[in-house]
């Protein structure tokens, strides 16, 4: 009997009552941790995004490309909040004179660097 393409690739076959079915395992991945950002971003490519997702998976390449995009939004959310704060001044000084304004405009700014890392990282 010739072999199939499967079997001419290296494949095998597990014989599991009268049915023959393929041995098939995903590439080994490296395990890299997944932080905020790059959690939401793996949420957004399996529900609007499921070929990538997909592709990624099975390649072997989610893991890292997962962590590429956590480290991209985490810089750029820092960047975000370090540029806001200064043009709008909010400092150690006002920290020390008031702290709840401090709290209500530092929280303002983080999420207005939230959002704008949204859109242009995570739900892309």
């Known amino acids: 009997m010739a072999k199939t393409i499967f079997e001419q690739m290296g494949g095998t076959y597990e014989q599991q009552g009268d049915y023959f079915i393929p041995c098939l395992a995903l590439p080994d991945e490296e395990q890299i941790e997944i932080g905020v950002w790059g959690q939401r971003h793996l949420r957004y490519i399996k529900q609007h995004h499921k070929v990538q997702y997909t592709n990624l998976l099975t390649s072997g390449k ?25 043009r709008e001044g909010v400092t150690e000084q ?22 704008i890392v949204n859109a242009e990282v995570i739900f892309v």
Do not use: P
């Open 62 to 86: 989610l893991n890292g490309y997962l962590a590429d995009i956590d480290k991209q939004a985490e810089d750029m959310f820092f960047r975000l909040v370090k540029q806001m704060a200064e």
């Open 94 to 115: 006002l920290k020390a004179d008031n702290q709840m304004e401090w709290i209500a405009r530092t929280n303002n700014i983080r999420s207005r660097a939230t959002e």
